[in-house]
Each structure stands twice: as structure tokens, then as C-alpha cells.
């Protein structure tokens, strides 16, 4: 079975600090995973996605995330965030069939 | 630009009765789907559809039917609406990997 574990339901950090958000999957097989961006009121905006070859993966607004197979995991990180960055951020597992599995989300507060 | 839209954004019904969420894609796309988000759980697949007169169940199907009647227009029906199915609805579209989300139909079933 797949799952996708966010462990953080919310996150706060000041302006400017780094961040990292955490997910870990399950999955037996090749995963192709996606990090989206829920901004208050909007649907849900693609911010980076991993298929294979190089772990860490560029996304939109300066976020990247680091796929590890030997850890499961797929954290979301921002060198320097910004206020506008306030959202709820999901995970995504995709296992190639026609349904991908969510994790519950993390909410990141960014304080000026 | 690819778009998926959901109307109506905000839908407010009483116990027993029956609401229809509409969603049309101008994406071309086969696959659409419709989710549910609550907190804690994350979005949750209801129904989702690979054609016009196709339909596949989800994960969470039970008191919600769909109907595909069109390449781009997806419909999600609640025949006797409960409390429990107050939430937050999302329409997607899907092309190989990529999905395109809609903003959204917030159900207050009261």
C-alpha cells in the first residue's frame, strides 16, 4: 500500500529563516513525487515534482526538495523564506497508476 | 492556459437534500477527478472519470454518484446530503503526471 506522512501539521518560522518541511513515503516501487502549495481560498499549485536522476529537484519561488530512496523521504526546503510563502503545503505520491495519494498537509506560518 | 473550473464556490444545503458540483476542464485532458479535503486527511479521491461516459470509484465514494457527460465537464451529485459530507471540494484534470486543480466548492450541509 502507499502513504505519504507529513509529521508536521504546522510549521512557524520568521521571515527570512530557512526551511524545511518533512514527508516520507511508502512505497515498494519507483515513486514519482510532487510537493503543491495551497495558498488561502486557491486550489492547489504544483511546486516542484521528482521522477528519477538527479535527488534534488528545483521548483518555483526558490524551493527545492531532496528525494531520498534509502531514507523514504522527500522534504521541501526554502533557503530564505518570505511572508508570502504562508500556505498549506502538500506531499503527493503518484505510483504511476491513475490515483495519487496526499499527505495531510503542513501549514507554514511565516511571522514578519 | 490550461484551467479547470468549479462552480459554485460556496453552496450552503440542508439535510437531505441534493446538490450537484460541476467542474469543467479546458485542458483537453481524459482523466478528472474529485477529492474532498478535511483537515487531517488531506485530500481524498470520491470519483474520478478517464473519458465521457466513463466513471471509476475512489476511496471515499459512499453517499456521492458522478456522471461524465462530456470530455470537459465532470459532475459530482450528492442525492441526500449529510453533515459529514460538509468540506472543502476539489476538480482536477491529469495528463500523464500533471494535474490541474481547481479553486474549489466549499459544502456546508447544515
Known amino acids: 500500500a502507499q502513504s505519504v506522512t507529513q509529521p508536521d501539521a504546522r510549521v512557524t518560522v520568521s521571515e527570512g529563516a530557512s526551511l524545511q518541511l518533512r514527508c516520507k513515503y511508502s512505497y515498494s516501487g519507483t515513486p514519482y513525487l510532487f510537493w503543491y502549495v495551497q495558498y488561502p481560498r486557491q486550489g492547489l499549485q504544483l511546486l516542484l515534482k521528482y521522477y528519477s536522476g538527479d535527488p534534488v529537484v528545483q521548483g518555483v519561488n526558490g524551493f527545492e526538495a531532496e528525494f531520498s530512496k534509502s531514507n523514504s523521504s522527500f522534504h521541501l526546503r526554502k533557503a530564505s523564506v518570505h511572508w508570502s510563502d504562508s500556505a498549506v503545503y502538500f506531499c503527493?505520491?503518484?505510483?504511476?497508476?491513475?490515483?495519487?495519494?496526499f499527505g495531510t498537509g503542513t501549514r507554514l506560518q511565516v511571522l514578519p | 492556459e490550461a484551467a479547470v473550473t468549479q462552480s459554485p464556490r460556496n453552496k450552503v444545503t440542508v439535510t437531505g437534500g441534493n446538490v450537484t458540483l460541476s467542474c469543467r476542464q479546458t485542458?483537453?485532458?481524459?482523466?478528472m477527478y474529485w477529492y474532498r479535503q478535511d483537515t487531517g486527511h488531506g485530500l481524498r479521491l470520491i470519483h474520478y472519470?478517464?473519458?465521457?461516459?466513463?466513471?471509476q470509484i475512489g476511496d471515499v465514494p459512499d453517499g456521492y454518484k458522478a456522471t461524465r457527460t462530456t470530455q470537459e465537464d465532470f459532475f459530482l451529485l450528492l442525492e441526500l446530503a449529510s453533515p459529514s459530507q460538509t468540506s472543502l471540494y476539489f476538480c482536477a484534470s491529469r495528463e500523464g503526471s500533471d494535474y490541474t486543480f481547481g479553486s474549489g466548492t466549499r459544502l456546508l450541509v447544515i
Open positions: 503527493v505520491l503518484s505510483s504511476n497508476t491513475n490515483k495519487v495519494v
Open positions: 485542458n483537453s485532458h481524459n482523466y
Open positions: 472519470s478517464y473519458g465521457a461516459g466513463n466513471l
